[in-house]
């Protein structure tokens, strides 16, 4: 079992940054990719980037350069710098963890942090 717990959201102003952070505990493996999924209010949930226990990254949504995912494999963290916010990236941002096995895929989520920017 893996418990996902994410931090760093929070309030702020367009133009400002943040860094969110999500540590994984339990037992993982270095199979496991982690990333970053972002749900604005109404809509659905979409993945913005993920990266492997070796550090390899994929984006599906950088926010036009604006959003740069990392990890620190010693400690099962990753992290979202997110610059330059905008009010569209207002939403609820979650980790997640999924791992493949001879089962199928299958997904950890942690409990989402809020993301607010005001104009």
């Known amino acids: 079992q893996v418990q996902l717990v994410e931090s760093g959201g929070g309030l702020v102003q367009a133009g400002e940054s943040l860094r969110l952070s999500c540590a994984a505990s339990g037992k993982t493996f270095s199979g496991d990719v982690m990333g970053w999924y972002r749900q604005p209010p109404g809509k659905q949930r979409d993945l913005l980037a993920a990266?492997?226990?070796?550090?390899?990254?994929s984006y599906r949504d950088s926010g036009e350069g604006r959003f740069t995912i990392s990890r620190d494999s010693a400690t099962d963290t990753i992290y979202l710098q997110m610059n330059s916010l905008k009010p569209e990236d207002t939403a609820v941002y979650y980790c997640n963890l999924r791992r493949l096995s001879f089962a199928g895929r299958h997904d950890y989520w942690g409990q989402g942090t809020q993301v607010t920017v005001s104009s």
């Open positions: 990266i492997t226990n070796t550090g390899t990254i």
